[in-house]
Structure formats: C-alpha cells, structure tokens
C-alpha cells in the first residue's frame, strides 16, 4: 500500500505541473482548463443514453461531411462515454460555434467540450469582453440550481452570446436565455438549445 501511494506522488506533481503550465499560457488555455476542471468537478452529467461513442462518432463525422467539410480536417473529435471533446484550430469563430452546435444535435451526446482554437480573429473586436461574459455567464448557470450547467454550450463572439445544448424542460431553457440576456456585454442572445423531448438522431 505505502508502495503504490509513493509511486503516484510523482504523477500528482506531473499533474499540478501541467495545470501551471497551462495556468501561465494564453487566455485560451485559462478558459480550455476551466472548463476542464468545471467538467471534472460536477458529477451530474444529465441525460442518460445507450448510444455508443462510435455511433456518435460516425454521425458526428457525417454532418461535417453534409454541413461542413472543412471541420473534417481542422477538427480532432473524441467521445467519452457521450461527452464530446474537440481540439485542434478552425479558421472562424463561426466554425468553432457550428462544431459545438451539430455534436448537441445527436442523440447520446451528453456534454460538448469544444477547445478548437480559432485561427483567423481579425473579425473579433473585443477577445477580453467576449471570455469575461463566456465565465460570468457559465458561474450563473453553475450557480442555479435549476440549470444542469453541463448540458449547455456557451460562445461569445463580439457580445453576441451563442447557446446549444439540451433542455430537461422549457422553464430550463428559459432559465438560461434569461441569464445569458442579462450579461453586462452581451448584446444579442442566438439560441440553438434542443428540448429533450424533441427528438434527436
């Protein structure tokens, strides 16, 4: 017993090593760990599904096919036992938006984690004001207990606020319009949140 909890002392350090590296990075990297540390730390994960990564995978890969091709390229998927995680760059914050957006429309995605980096931000006006009202936004959703916080998407983009997701119930959705309204920099609210009584494929 005394062996093993010695032998991963090590790989605590190696841990706590990446997270300050990643702590001393760009804004971006704040933002990826936060999220991150915000999926490891909730347990609720929503809503319960049969569907099997691959399947999600596949049909994941199929509307870039039909939507977008270029994320075929750009983007790196991975799914988790219905969680969806996205790396590598895109060219607009539009692409970013969209990835986020088609992964919700499957049935068995249980949570999206999109850290695509954008490559081309000569569109965006304000970087600092759109990630502030991204982590006030994401901390009032955390914070209402009526809001499963996991199920949601949030994208920023000179103050226009870009939700997808899936809603438990109306009164959910309306919840999280509402505090995405009331952002002090949000200045147009975009909702692309599903009813999960809609169906999904």
């Keep these: 017993m005394h062996q093993n909890s010695h032998n991963t002392s090590p790989l605590i ?76 760059k895109v060219k607009t914050p539009e692409d970013k938006i969209q990835a986020t957006r088609l992964a919700w429309e499957i049935k068995g995605v249980r949570e999206v984690v999109n850290e695509l980096q954008v490559t081309d931000t000569s569109s965006i006006k304000d970087i600092a004001k759109d990630l502030a009202a991204s982590a006030t936004l994401r901390g009032k959703m955390i914070a209402d207990k009526d809001i499963s916080s996991l199920n949601f998407s949030i994208d920023v983009v000179n103050g226009i606020v870009y939700l997808s997701g899936v809603a438990s119930t109306l009164e959910e959705m309306d919840k999280v319009i509402s505090h995405a309204e009331n952002l002090r920099f949000a200045q147009e609210v975009v909702n692309y949140i599903i009813l999960a009584q809609d169906q999904r494929d």
């Design 13 to 88: 350090a190696s841990v706590l090593l990446l997270c300050a590296l990643a702590l001393s990075g760009c804004a971006g990297a704040v933002v990826g760990v936060g999220t991150a540390a915000v999926a490891a730390s909730t347990t609720e994960k929503g809503f319960s599904t049969s569907v099997s990564d691959g399947v999600i995978f596949a049909k994941l890969k199929d509307r870039f096919i039909q939507q977008n091709a270029s994320l075929l390229t750009s983007a790196d998927v991975s799914v988790n036992d219905g969680a969806v995680l996205f790396t590598g």
